[in-house]
Nanobody
Framework: QVQLVESGGGLVQAGGSLRLSCVAT????????MGWFRQTPGRAREFVAA????????AYADSVKGRFAISRDNAKNTVYLQMNSLSPEDTAVYYC????????????????????WGQGTQVTVSS
């Protein structure tokens, strides 16, 4: 079982940047496609970005395309989400997740495709 811990959230002004990190503290992310999701109170968790296990392919929600970048360092067991040009609409709890299937050939963008989740990190963007 993969155990994930996010960090890097905080308060930032609109137009600013943050980089989130997600490290596996138990087992490894090697072989797993990884994703970032976010959630605000009263709303469903929504897809933000995903990356294949070998970093060969990425996917982004339309709302963050061109502003956010997902990357990973398998040697450090870590996934990153670089967030630029932040707006108040990006305010949410951000979650890191690992695909429920090891060596999956499909890059998932749905919550059900991920079986391992971190506890989340709060990102607040002030106007």
């Amino acid at each position: 079982q993969v155990q994930l811990v996010e960090s890097g959230g905080g308060l930032v002004q609109a137009g600013g940047s943050l980089r989130l990190s997600c490290v596996a503290t138990r087992n490894t992310i090697n072989g797993y496609n990884m994703g970032w999701f976010r959630q605000t109170p009263g709303r469903a968790r929504e897809f933000v970005a995903a990356i294949t296990s070998n970093s060969g392919n990425t996917a982004y929600a339309d709302s963050v395309k061109g502003r956010f970048a997902i990357s990973r360092d398998n040697a450090k067991n870590t996934v990153y989400l670089q967030m630029n040009s932040l707006s108040p609409e990006d305010t949410a709890v951000y979650y890191c997740a690992a695909d429920r299937t090891w060596l999956s050939s499909r890059l998932r963008m749905d919550v059900l495709g991920y079986g391992y989740w971190g506890q989340g990190t709060q990102v607040t963007v002030s106007s």
